[in-house]
């Protein structure tokens, strides 16, 4: 019998990559870390927009073979997957997405985008991943009769042990509380890009612990990332609006 492979479809620079290490303490899942972008950015036949003749190309990896490898996975036990659904948008349909218990992180674009530019100057509205987030959310919503669950970051960063018990709730697994703190050290099995440079955080840190991040006014964004953020915002707001929450936790 075929088990779970459990969804959660982020965006870039959304806390996602903590919460999948956060995942990987368990010990009761096999995690994978955003296993169909590797193929996006770095497959035989690569989809990332800014893509050109040398960029990395892995010889033998595809979208396909990612979809074989985690299907195989889920034989051998439940499967906990981080991945962006812009990635394989090309590829939703009943089949493909039942296989998945999906759920969402979201995380307000003024901070997302300022952290993409950062590291990439030049990023591609593409690669921001916000229209295909909701464009998933609505068809599960209407596949499903009722929408998935959804987290925001600065609810999980304000308080990560009521939210994370929240979607451990609503996403059918047991809450390990332990599973909250771990060792600093090398983040090898989230690398794959880039040596893992968008990691440095995660490399320092000890635990998924309260923490606050500073508002990012929009008005005093780039003018290209404004730009962007004019037309992400709406889809960020359509899925905040269904987003778990606690008496606790507040979004900024």
């Known amino acids: 019998m075929k088990h779970p492979i459990y969804a959660l479809w982020a965006v870039p620079r959304s806390t996602s990559t903590a919460f999948e290490w956060m995942m990987r303490q368990r010990g009761d899942l096999n995690c994978v870390h955003e296993p169909f972008g590797e193929a996006w950015y770095q497959g035989e036949q690569p989809l990332w927009p800014r893509v050109d003749e040398s960029s990395v190309r892995t010889p033998g990896l595809t979208l396909e073979s990612v979809w074989r490898d985690l299907q195989n996975l889920a034989e051998q036990g439940p499967v906990f997957s981080k991945d962006f659904p812009h990635y394989i948008a090309h590829l939703w349909d009943a089949e493909l997405l039942s296989h998945f218990q999906h759920s969402f992180l979201i995380r307000n674009p003024a901070k997302t985008l300022t952290s993409m530019y950062r590291h990439w100057p030049d990023f591609h509205i593409k690669e921001t991943g916000f229209a ?99 037309l992400v915002m709406p889809h960020y707001e359509h899925l905040y609006a269904h987003r778990l929450s606690s008496t606790a936790a507040t979004s900024a």
């Open 132 to 230: 295909e987030q909701r464009e998933l959310f609505d068809l599960l919503c209407d596949q499903l009769g009722s929408p998935p669950p959804v987290l925001d970051s600065d609810d999980l960063l304000q308080d990560p042990h009521t939210m994370v018990e929240r979607w451990c709730s609503a996403i059918g697994l047991p809450f390990m509380e332990s599973a909250l703190s771990w060792e600093p050290g090398a983040r090898d099995e989230v690398s794959w890009w880039d040596g893992g440079s968008f990691h440095e955080n995660l490399r320092n840190s000890d635990g998924l612990k309260p923490q606050s991040r500073p508002p990012v006014d929009p008005q005093q964004l780039p003018d290209y990332v404004k730009r962007v953020y004019d």
